[in-house]
């Protein structure tokens, strides 16, 4: 049974679930806000935010850990580290986990979902069922991807796979099967899609107020749609070198450079695959190859190598073994 309060003005609507009729006062993890669309004429059923205190939650599952992350389920906003533990705001289907470094260095992942309930403990299985869900739901409102979103493999059974990764360090894996959401194809469904460039929490996670500091500018995400899958073996038949980039990298506390090349008006074939023409690519290549071959701006260059969706420059060919100058 439903219970509808109206307010006075008639634009807002309040609901709460299986309350006798004389309980005087509802309780705010059942309430729900029915808000007026001037614009269409209608109501829009929305759960209003709960209130969580995170410090409670840590303590009743024995974690010491402070450090919580928190995927909007809504719009896949992105809040690297939650403040205001005490009286954190979340709403229904919101996704969080904890950050605990083990006792081998590494941090492990302990994952939650907020309920009508609060927030209870979960699995990673369950958080790409949620999230899956509200991805395609966010497409069909919206044309293209949710921040932080893009095609990691198309498998050959029609299926594929969408990766959430809001930055280097965390993803989420999502896969959907042909007719799942009655989506007869769903490579096509999201094929060719942009993403929202901007994390959606940017705009709202309030910062500690204090002197004004310049930040370091990161390279922006790669909000590019793929033209091939990840994973796979290719070709690059030909391609004209634009620009070059020296790329420091780090592993094991040993510091090593490799060289992106800017690849733009050529030809590209995946294995067992026909010729495509491709307009831009880039290929990372080690900086013994690059002392070996020597390539040059504007060069025209064959390559082989294995895909790969990279966060700042979008398709990307790595594992490079075999690279020669055509011209």
Known sequence: MKIRQICPTLKHQYWADSFPLFTPILSWRNIYLNMWDEKNNVHILKERPMKVNLFEVKEEHGYESNWWKHIRCLDFGFIENVRNMGSYIVEENDILWLNQRAPEGFFEKYWFIATDMGVERTNKSEISEVLTKSLVEFVRAHGKMPFGCSIFKEFKNKSIQINFEPNK?????????????????????????ISVEQNPAESTFEEDKGEDKPKPKAKPRSTKPSIFPSGERITINKGEIKEIEKRKQSYEGREFYQYILHLINGIYELEGQPEIDFPEVFAQISESLYDKKNPQVGDIIFCKGRTKRDWTYGDLVHNIRTLNILK
């Open 169 to 193: 360090f965390d993803k989420v894996v999502m896969k959907l099967s042909p007719g799942e959401f009655d989506i007869e194809d769903v490579q096509n469904f999201f094929r060719g899609l």
